[in-house]
């Protein structure tokens, strides 16, 4: 695997960057670094909510030389990207990995600067990557627009979904949801400033060809792509989410959208939500503004203790209103939303 394309990794965490930095900086060869990242996700799902995992799984995780190769070249290709590691190469997939697991990498001067920062301030060293990724990854800052983090254009993005139950009980069949769709989300959207529009026909359109080029692939190797409810709705919203993006000027396709979210939610630029009061929507809305200057950039959060007595009194103040009368209970998705 070679380095090139402003394509987002399939990271599903940034921390991944930092794991494997790390171990590159370490001069630990390809198999060890794996080994690093398994242990990364295995401390994670043992602080997990529920149930311990089972050690029996970390030990088939570790003994595993295909386990997570994928993930390690992703994040040691975006490192290259990025400028911390010299280019070299990678196994293009978990088959080929034995023969690079011997394999070491080479940090670069900026990569040392990275990894060192880390250890004495891992804030900083954080703000000092975001810049590297706005840059190399014109996708993640079309995503940063959207939800008004770059720029003045607003400061949310909101993409309506149907739920399955709002159709009529004696006819809720993929069809019918298909013949709803547009309808309703041109109806949310008449309905208020969601930073993007669309008629009921486009997004018809649009959801049903989605859902039919899935389909025919599915149906050539003589599997069903839409087993349950859930899948199919699901997929319904991932065409929903490409239209809404492609809309605001944002060709990325629903994947890259779940990866820049991630992203930014860890880099405390914007967040989002499927639970808030109103007509059922993934709601995004930025938690910072990103401002370019004389090729500078500079990150103004709403943290801090200032930002948190104003939540904090917000908070109080809907949770007066919404006190449902002779009790001191509050429903909890109104204090989500809040």
């Not at 809309?247 to 860890?266: H, L, N, T």
């Amino acid at each position: 695997m070679t380095v090139g394309g402003q394509g987002l990794p399939r990271l599903q965490e940034l921390v991944y960057l930092e794991t494997i930095a790390r171990a590159v900086a370490a001069g630990l060869p390809f198999e060890q670094i794996r080994l690093a990242l398994v242990d990364h996700i295995w401390s994670v799902r043992q602080a997990a909510p529920g149930d311990p995992p089972d050690p029996a799984e970390y030990r088939a995780w570790r003994g595993d030389e295909k386990k997570y190769v994928r993930n390690v070249t992703d994040a040691i290709k975006e490192l290259m990207r990025l400028g911390f590691v010299e280019n070299a190469m990678l196994p293009s997939s978990g088959k080929s990995a034995y023969a690079h697991k011997d394999a070491t990498y080479q940090t670069t001067a900026a990569g040392r600067e990275w990894v060192s920062l880390l250890e004495t301030d891992r804030r900083a060293a954080y703000d000092d990557l975001l810049p590297r990724l706005v840059l190399a990854h014109p996708g993640f800052t079309c995503f940063l627009t959207t939800v008004g983090t770059i720029g003045d254009r607003r400061t949310s993005f909101v993409v309506p979904l149907l739920r399955w139950g709002e159709l009529p009980e004696r006819q809720r069949s993929q069809q019918a949801y298909r013949a709803a769709i547009g309808d309703y989300v041109a109806g949310a959207l008449a309905s208020s400033d969601l930073g993007w529009i669309a008629d009921a026909t486009e997004i018809t359109a649009s959801v049903n060809d989605y859902l039919d080029r899935i389909l025919a692939r599915a149906q050539a190797r003589g599997k069903d792509p839409f087993p349950t409810v859930r899948t199919f709705t699901q997929t319904c919203e991932e065409a929903l989410v490409r239209l809404a993006l492609s809309k605001a000027g944002c060709a990325i396709d629903y994947v890259s959208m779940e990866i820049a979210r991630r992203w930014s939610r860890w880099l405390g630029l914007a967040s989002f939500t499927y639970h808030a009061p109103g007509h059922n929507a993934l709601r995004f809305w930025n938690t910072a503004r990103i401002e370019l200057t004389g090729g500078r950039m500079t990150v103004v959060r709403r943290a801090g203790g200032e930002w948190r007595d104003q939540a904090l009194d917000a908070l109080y103040e809907h949770c007066q209103q919404a006190r449902t009368s002779g009790t001191t209970y509050v429903p909890v998705w109104e204090v989500r939303a809040c």
